[in-house]
């Protein structure tokens, strides 16, 4: 088979490379939307609509590919929310090259002057109305890729049935284009409007004067339990204990009701708002030197309504001397200062107390192991290597995790 090429035209073909362009040019086959097939009508390839059974004609193109030139035109990038996952599925990814380009909603970012990375995306595109709704309650700001189902003024009335008030949305019509308009409405003003069937929407919640009255299916708070994902603690993934760690830590810690906890290098506080729920009346102590990341954990502790989590912003150890006495102590960020850190905790902790560390550098494990066996009389060392699924040629692998040591030790004494 000659490679197909799925070609992104970003907002419109003014956006291509002149790679891209040539590729276009020297198409036998040319596929894609109506939309985008009307940019070339001067075109002399053949012309294949990419419909609504977009599988039947892929694999239409991949007899046509055996002796033929494919060019398959894609909006915005392809593998974004796009035919390419599906072009690489039906054809095989050794016949497939994807050429990406500027999204709709990099570009609506840049007309709105947004860092769009932390913003969620949610295409409602042939989806139902509970993607939406799923969506609001994980995040203030959202951009919404629309269908001729859920519309514009659809979302605001939906909005409106939910008892979502006082937000504002953006609609960005025909962006890149001519006639380009981006208007700023209220969920009034949208409910009644028109628009381009081109469009995105931008929904801003931060300034909503309430998230409805006792009716509204969006007021309750998300509900912490055990094993959430990162994303939910924190937009910073890779700076926080992944699910699976924090698993183990939490069985290891033996945690207890009534108990004193201290988190200790806290990040987004995600150890010591899962153990919450496993302290009754307990009380977690999260410290964390950096203000940002405290800011988040107290912005947490708000998401999941937990009551009984007390946010430290200050460096260990000096401000854990002041701290109650605690009967487990999880020390998660410790760097450098982890070996001054133990030994402080060593010190405060109650007897029969347990400490759990973490480590991912072989350094950090051979100075804790070598201060648990010097002052608590030995070490419990566990190695944890995950590995994740991830999606492949229409298939999965497993996508390796860095290895991450868990060294725990119990103080002498009695644990009450």
Request: aromatic letters at 6%.
């Amino acid at each position: 088979m000659i490679p197909v090429h799925v070609v992104g035209l970003g907002l419109s073909p003014a956006d291509l490379t002149p790679r891209a362009w040539d590729l276009i040019h020297r198409a036998q086959v040319l596929a894609g939307g109506r939309r985008l097939l009307a940019f070339f009508p001067e075109h002399p390839a053949e012309k294949v609509v990419l419909g609504k059974k977009p599988e039947e004609t892929l694999n239409h193109l991949a007899e046509l590919a055996q002796v033929r030139q494919v060019v398959i035109l894609a909006s915005g990038d392809p593998n974004f929310y796009g035919i390419g996952p599906l072009a690489v599925k039906v054809l095989g990814p050794e016949n497939v090259v994807i050429h990406p380009n500027l999204t709709a909603v990099q570009a609506a970012a840049s007309r709105l002057k947004l860092a769009w990375h932390q913003i969620p995306v949610v295409s409602l595109h042939g989806r139902s109305w509970e993607a939406l709704k799923h969506a609001l309650r994980e995040s203030r700001q959202l951009f919404i890729y629309t269908d001729p189902a859920h519309t514009p003024a659809g979302i605001s009335q939906k909005l409106r049935e939910w008892g979502v008030a006082g937000c504002r949305l953006c609609v960005l019509e025909d962006l890149g284009l001519e006639n380009e308009r981006v208007s700023w409405l209220t969920l009034e003003e949208a409910v009644s409007g028109s628009f381009s069937p081109l469009n995105l929407v931008f929904l801003d919640t931060i300034g909503a004067s309430r998230w409805g009255g006792p009716a509204s299916t969006l007021a309750a708070k998300p509900v912490l339990r055990l094993g959430m994902p990162e994303e939910a603690f924190s937009p910073e993934a890779g700076l926080i204990t992944k699910t699976e760690i924090r698993a183990v830590v939490l069985a290891k810690l033996e945690l207890a009701f009534g108990q004193v906890l201290w988190d200790v290098g806290a990040g987004s506080g995600s150890v010591g708002l899962e153990a919450s729920l496993l302290l009754g009346g307990g009380t977690i102590f999260a410290v964390e030197k950096d203000p940002e990341r405290a800011a988040q954990i107290a912005a947490n502790c708000d998401k999941f309504q937990v009551q009984n989590l007390r946010v430290i912003c200050g460096k260990a150890p000096d401000c854990l001397r002041s701290l109650p006495t605690p009967d487990r102590v999880f020390v998660g960020g410790g760097g450098e200062g982890a070996g001054e850190i133990l030994r402080v905790v060593l010190g405060r902790l109650k007897p029969g107390g347990k400490v759990v560390l973490t480590a991912t550098r072989l350094e950090t494990l051979e100075k804790v192991r070598g201060i648990l066996h010097q002052e608590a009389g030995g070490a419990e060392v566990v190695q944890l290597q995950v590995s994740r699924s991830q999606p492949l040629a229409g298939g999965s692998y497993l996508k390796a995790l860095n290895p991450v040591w868990l060294i725990g030790a119990r103080k002498a004494g009695s644990d009450e």
